[in-house]
């Protein structure tokens, strides 16, 4: 089973300059997750979607960023404009059930703001 | 809302010896996750703890939720250098979304 994919692995925009992530989950799992990690910090939480439909973004700092699921398979988080304070590790992750089950992350985005 | 907290955020441990992390929620949790980052990797799942007290064993990783479903621990033991990365506990806010801790890091002195 292919595991959870992002791309890019790396971005280094300039401050003002527009970055769109991208996620691919397991395949059949209709929970996705977008996740940040801040050095040193704890992995904060974005928002989620159920197949298409964002079920919360509670998360999402500002209206800066925009996460999209179109079709319900892969989803892209934009940025823009990028900010300083946005930079991080943008991690993706998938689950199949409802209610708490384990998650699985990709191996991240890391997003440098210059 | 709800806060995990792990302490410490860093241990340095000699390979061969013993560590324990801690995990610590500001209310009663229904489950707690632990995740394992490698350097340079993703946050793996390591395990799920359900019950009041309950033990899990995973080879030298042993995993204990609290009585009150407050706080957890991991605990290895005869640390090797395949033991270095990040351990973090993880708490639900709900039914889907999880509050993570910021982990401890884990070196290992050969």
């Known amino acids: 089973e292919a595991g959870v994919t992002q791309f890019p692995s790396h971005s280094v925009i300039e401050k003002g300059q527009t970055v769109t992530l991208r996620c691919d989950p397991i395949?059949?799992?209709?929970?996705l997750y977008w996740y940040r990690r801040v050095m040193g910090k704890e992995i904060k939480f974005l928002l989620h979607f159920v197949k298409e439909s964002k079920q919360d973004e509670s998360g999402m700092p500002n209206n800066r960023f925009l996460a999209e699921r179109t079709g319900g398979t892969y989803s892209t988080l934009k940025v823009q404009p990028a900010e300083l304070e946005d930079s991080g590790v943008y991690f993706c992750?998938?689950?199949?059930?409802?209610?708490?089950?384990?998650?699985?992350f990709g191996n991240g985005t890391r997003l440098t703001v210059t | 809302g709800q806060q995990v907290m792990q302490i410490p955020q860093y241990q340095h441990v000699q390979e061969g010896e013993d560590f324990t992390t801690y995990c610590n929620s500001s209310t009663t949790l229904s489950n707690i996750q632990w995740y394992k980052q490698r350097p340079g990797g993703h946050p793996v799942f390591l395990i799920q703890l359900v019950k009041s007290g309950e033990v899990k064993k995973q080879k030298r990783l042993t995993f204990q939720f609290g009585e009150a479903k407050k706080n957890s621990s991991l605990h290895i033991t005869a640390t090797q250098t395949t033991d270095v990365g990040t351990y973090f506990c993880?708490?639900?806010?709900?039914?889907?979304?999880?509050?993570f801790g910021a982990g401890t890091t884990v070196t290992v002195r050969a």
């Open positions: 395949s059949g799992h209709d929970n």
């Open positions: 993880a708490g639900p806010l709900n039914d889907y979304k999880l509050s």
């Open positions: 992750a998938s689950s199949q059930d409802w209610r708490n089950s384990p998650l699985h």
